[in-house]
C-alpha cells in the first residue's frame, strides 16, 4: 500500500489531475479539524459531478453549501432527528421489519429483502412524507436498479469514468445505465416536489419538501438566496441516498459478521434479555445501558468501511501542511479505510473484535480514530439519523430472531462484492429464526 512506503500524505496523478491523498487519523485530523477551513472545499469527483451538477448540500461549494448545508442541519432536527418522534417512526419501522422476515417462515433469504425496504421508508417519509409497502414491485424495482447504479460506481467503470472522464463520457459501458438510473431517480423526485406544490400549507410543514419550499418562498426577493428547485431535487437525493445506502449497507455487512461470529450473536441475545427483556421495544437510550451491544455496533461501522475513500475535498487557497505547500484548488483524497483500520489505534485491526470498544470492567470505552462517518465541516450530515437507525433495528432484530447462516461459518466469504468509493457487502442468505417467546 503507498501509505506504507511514502507515509501518511502523498501525492499521486489521476489521469492528468493532481491528488494529494491523506492517510491514518492524525493527518486526517490534522487537516479536517486542526485545519478544516483550508480544506472545507469539494474536490472534483466526476461521477458526482454529472449526477448532481455541483448543486445540493454534497457537491457545492461557497456560499451555496453553507446555506444549504446548515438549513438542511437545522431542517433534519426539527422534523425529530435526535429526538423522540423520529425514534418512535423507526421503532414502528423495525417492528414492521420484524414482521416481514418472520412472514418468510424461516426460509433462506437475503437481509436485503428486509432492510433496503425498512431504510427508504424512514429516510423517505422525513424527505418526502410516504412510506411503501414491503411487497410493493415499483418499491423493488427502484431499489435494484438503485443498487445496480451504486455497484456500477465503485466498479472499474465508475473508476475509469472519475479519472477518464472526457474520455468515458462518450465511451459506451455499464456506466451509461448508472447515469441513466440516477437521471430516472431525479425525475421521479421532481415529481414529488411538483406534487408538493400543489398541495403546500405555509403554515404547516409536512416534511423537508415542504420545509424547503416554504423557504425558498420566504427568500424569492432575496438576491444572495441559493434556494431553488434546481438545489432542492440534488438535495433530497443527498439525503435518500445517505439513508437509503449506508444504514441497510452497514447492516448487510454486520449481520453476516454475527453469522461468522455466533459466539457475538449469542452474547448481544444475552445483553438483550437482561437489559431490555424480550417485550419492550429498544430504544436508542438502551444503548447506555447495553455496553457490549454497543461495542459490536462500533465495531461492525469500523470493520464494514463501507465509505473506504471519501468524497474529495479540496484547498481553498495555497496550504501550508505537514511541510508540504498544497495549491489552491488542489483535490484532497482521503482514505477513510487507513483511519478506521489505523494500527495506532486499532490492534490487528482486520480482526472484528467488539471487545476492542470495552474497558477491563466491561464498559463502553471510545476510541478517537472510530469515525466511520468522517470528521470536519463536511462530515455526514445523517449520522445521527443513522446511529439510531443501525442500533434500533439491530437490537430489535436480534431481540426477535436468532440468525441462522446458510452455511458453516468457518466458510462464510466476508470479500465485498466491490471495493470502490462504497464497499458493497456480499451477497448471501441467512434464515431469520424466532427466538423463544417471540414467536407471536
Not at 448540500?57 to 429526538?83: A, D, H, P
Amino acid at each position: 500500500m503507498l501509505y506504507d512506503v511514502y507515509g501518511p500524505v502523498f501525492t499521486i496523478y489521476m489521469g492528468p489531475r493532481r491528488v494529494v491523498v491523506i492517510c491514518g487519523y492524525d493527518a486526517l485530523k490534522e487537516a479536517f479539524i486542526d485545519q478544516g477551513d483550508d480544506f472545507v472545499s469539494r474536490g472534483r469527483v466526476p461521477v458526482f459531478e454529472r449526477v448532481f451538477r455541483n448543486s445540493g448540500v454534497s457537491m457545492s461549494n461557497n456560499e451555496r453549501w453553507k446555506q444549504l448545508r446548515r438549513f438542511t442541519i437545522m431542517t433534519l432536527k426539527n422534523l425529530g432527528m435526535g429526538k423522540r418522534l423520529l425514534e418512535d417512526k423507526i421503532t414502528e419501522e423495525a417492528k414492521c421489519m420484524v414482521d416481514f422476515f418472520r412472514n418468510t417462515n424461516e426460509q433462506f433469504c437475503e437481509p436485503s429483502i428486509g432492510l433496503y425496504p425498512a431504510a427508504v421508508n424512514v429516510i423517505y417519509s422525513i424527505t418526502c412524507g410516504e412510506r411503501f409497502d414491503y411487497e410493493d414491485e415499483k418499491l423493488h424495482i427502484l431499489l435494484k436498479a438503485l443498487s445496480d447504479g451504486f455497484i456500477t460506481v465503485s466498479s472499474i467503470w465508475g473508476q475509469l469514468y472519475d479519472i477518464f472522464p472526457w474520455i468515458m463520457y462518450y465511451l459506451p459501458g455499464p456506466h451509461n445505465r448508472m447515469f441513466k438510473i440516477f437521471l430516472d431517480f431525479e425525475d421521479l423526485l421532481l415529481e414529488q416536489v411538483k406534487l408538493h406544490q400543489k398541495t403546500l400549507d405555509s403554515s404547516s410543514a409536512r416534511d423537508f419538501i415542504d420545509c424547503y419550499l416554504i423557504r425558498k418562498e420566504q427568500e424569492k426577493h432575496k438576491p444572495s438566496s441559493e434556494f431553488s428547485i434546481n438545489d432542492l431535487v440534488p438535495t433530497l437525493m443527498d439525503i435518500i441516498f445517505g439513508g437509503l445506502e449506508t444504514v441497510p449497507m452497514i447492516m448487510t455487512h454486520g449481520i453476516l459478521y454475527l453469522l461468522k461470529h455466533p459466539d457475538v450473536q449469542k452474547n448481544v441475545h444475552e445483553e438483550i434479555d437482561r437489559e431490555i427483556g424480550q417485550h419492550c421495544n429498544p430504544s436508542y437510550e438502551d444503548r447506555n445501558k447495553m455496553p457490549y451491544t454497543n461495542a459490536v455496533i462500533h465495531e461492525i461501522l469500523r470493520i464494514a468501511d463501507i465509505f473506504p475513500m471519501g468524497i474529495n475535498h479540496a484547498v481553498v487557497s495555497n496550504t501550508q501542511f505537514r511541510g508540504y505547500t498544497i495549491p489552491k484548488g488542489t483535490d484532497v483524497m482521503y482514505l477513510l479505510s487507513t483511519v478506521l483500520k489505523d494500527r495506532k489505534y486499532f490492534k490487528d485491526p482486520d480482526s472484528f473484535n467488539p471487545e476492542r470498544f470495552l474497558d477491563e470492567n466491561g464498559a463502553f470505552k471510545t476510541n478517537n480514530a472510530s469515525v466511520p462517518f468522517s470528521l470536519g465541516k463536511r462530515n455526514c450530515l445523517g449520522e445521527g439519523l443513522a446511529r439510531m437507525e443501525i442500533f434500533i433495528f439491530l437490537t430489535t432484530i436480534l431481540q426477535n430472531f436468532i440468525l441462522k447462516s446458510a452455511v458453516d461459518p468457518k466458510d462464510i466469504d466476508l470479500t465485498p462484492q466491490e471495493i470502490g468509493i462504497e464497499s458493497v457487502a456480499p451477497i448471501y442468505k441467512l434464515s431469520f429464526v424466532p427466538r423463544q417467546g417471540k414467536q407471536d
